[in-house]
C-alpha cells in the first residue's frame, strides 16, 4: 500500500469513491496538482475542472468536478467536492445550451440591476453572482470536454 495514495471523492449527498491509486490529478485553484503516495501536507480549494485518475501510467478515470476542496497528507487524497460527475456523462450540446440559459438569464438579471435599488437590487446582484458561477462552471465542461476529444 505504501506505493499507493488513498483517493477519496465526496459529494455533499455521498462517498462518490474510495480506492487505492497510484497518482491522482487535481486542478487546484493555483492549477493542477498531482498527488503520490507520500505528498507533504496540503489544503488547497478545487477550480472547476476534472480529476484525473492513474492506474500505472494511464489514466483510469476522469471526473469533472464543479468545484469544492482537497485536503492532502502524506497517505491520502480526500476532494470535497460541490457536485462530481464522470466526465462521459457531459455532452456537449447539452452544456451549450445550459449555457445560452444561462447568458439569457444574465443579460436579464444585469438589466434589472440597473432598475433596482436596496434590497432589491442586493437579491439580483446576488442571484446574478450564482449565475455567473454556473457559467464558470460551464465554460469549464466545455473545456475539459474540448481538451478530452483532442487527445
Known amino acids: 500500500m505504501a506505493d499507493k495514495v488513498q483517493f477519496e471523492l465526496v459529494s455533499p449527498e455521498k462517498l462518490l469513491l474510495s480506492e487505492a491509486v497510484d497518482m ?18 496540503l489544503i488547497s480549494t478545487v477550480r472547476p475542472g476534472v480529476i484525473d485518475v492513474y492506474e500505472g501510467n494511464q489514466i483510469s478515470e476522469q471526473i469533472f468536478v464543479s468545484g469544492g476542496f482537497a485536503e492532502v497528507t502524506p497517505e491520502r487524497c480526500t476532494v470535497l467536492a460541490d457536485e462530481a460527475m464522470p466526465l462521459s456523462a457531459l455532452d456537449s450540446a447539452t452544456v451549450e445550451a445550459e449555457m445560452r440559459n444561462l447568458e439569457a438569464a444574465l443579460a ?9 435599488s436596496g434590497d432589491e437590487r442586493e437579491a439580483v446582484l446576488t442571484e446574478l453572482r450564482a449565475t455567473e458561477s454556473k457559467l464558470d462552471v460551464g465554460q469549464a465542461k466545455l473545456a475539459a470536454l474540448r481538451t478530452t476529444t483532442a487527445h
Open 24 to 41: 491522482v490529478v487535481v486542478p487546484g485553484a493555483d492549477g493542477n496538482f498531482g498527488v503520490l503516495p507520500g505528498h507533504s501536507l
Open 108 to 116: 436579464n438579471l444585469r438589466e434589472r440591476s440597473g432598475r433596482l
